[in-house]
């Protein structure tokens, strides 16, 4: 689906927040509102943005800012929207990043799915259950990753000869980020069990930083990875072979 013209479908939503920034209506957020470290007084989204990227703003902030953002683009929409995707679009590439750079589908394709996955959420998002940058930002992985899954699954049904083309010698068991979307849209592991073993088995990251990311124990995080992982297994193995007869 092309939501927006031009090379970059991510590049067109910084041209357009541009545009907003030089006219008579830029987008502020008021810091006193906000409290934590923000000034009171307007802030920016070029500003909050920047102290996001740079990690200033703590999860408490961050969860007020972001509220406040989906509070405005579902009421208010257009710039509103805009704004948030803008503010959103490092995450978002970062996902186009993870998902692409295994090989996979065009990048463009990828990229449309992102945001069209990140606008989808930000319509229905409710706020008051929390964590709604993190929610945000998995709505918009998932459904790269389900442009992902497609092409993988288109690859397998093409003759072996013309496979080349998709680069499709590899099948989606040995694509860690589409294994654990198929294993959250089949109900064997939740997001959040998802966001753990992809962030301490795929980015490397420590369980101590992603336990306190997600705000849970270090023990309750371990426990549910190790559980997750389990049924995880089970599910990988169960998945048809490619090139057995299936389906």
Known sequence: MQLFGGRSKLQAVDNMFGCIEEGVHPLFLDGADIGGILPRRQVSLRELRELSVARLLNDDV??????ELVFKAQCDGGDWVVGAMWMMAPALRAAVRKISVRGSASKADIESDVIEGFLAELKRIDIEQ???PQRLWWSAYRRGLACSSEYWRRACEVPSTDRMMLHAHRSLSQHPDAALY??????VITMEEAEIIAATRIEKQSLVETAGRLRLSYARCLNMRRQAEQRLAVHL???????SARR
């Not at 961050?62 to 509220?67: D, G, L, Y």
């Not at 198929?182 to 109900?187: E, F, I, K, N, S």
């Not at 193995?237 to 090139?243: N, S």
């Open 182 to 187: 198929r294993a959250v849209v089949d109900q």
């Open 237 to 243: 193995a169960l998945l048809p072979v490619q090139g």
């Open 62 to 67: 961050s969860e007020i800012v972001w509220a």
């Open 130 to 132: 929390g964590k709604t």
